[in-house]
Nanobody, 122 residues
Framework: QVQLVESGGGLVQAGGSLRLSCAAS????????MGWFRQAPGKEREFVAA????????DYADSVKGRWTISRDYAKSTVYLQMNSLKPEDTAVYFC???????????????WGQGTLVTVSS
């Protein structure tokens, strides 16, 4: 019912910035919690950030707090991840996740996109 398409990944040097976007279609975006996960080669999938339907509640992994910001645009049915001060260990495929429940998104349940690759060089 919901389709998610990520974009904005690429190659950047350490200390640089990227902004990821996730566009949702097929369902009403405004009442969905949206979030981001990432998976690096040979590592477990890990939670990155989430934002509820109103934007009043957000959650971040400790590794990105203070560096990154999640936000959303209701009119465009899009969620963003502003990634500043990138580090080589941030290199991973980043996936967008969406669900009606905040707890579902932070635990990795819901609809998933295909991912966008972020590569940070040292």
């Amino acid at each position: 019912q919901v389709q998610l398409v990520e974009s904005g990944g690429g190659l950047v040097q350490a200390g640089g910035s990227l902004r990821l976007s996730c566009a949702a279609s097929g369902r009403t975006f405004s009442y969905f919690t949206m979030g981001w996960f990432r998976q690096a080669p040979g590592k477990e999938r890990e939670f990155v950030a989430a934002i509820n339907w109103s934007g009043s509640n957000t959650d971040y992994a400790d590794s990105v707090k203070g560096r990154w910001t999640i936000s959303r645009d209701y009119a465009k049915s899009t969620v963003y991840l502003q990634m500043n001060s990138l580090k080589p260990e941030d290199t991973a495929v980043y996936f967008c996740v969406a669900d009606r429940q905040f707890s579902s998104v932070v635990s990795g349940r819901g609809a998933w996109g295909q991912g966008t690759l972020v590569t940070v060089s040292s």
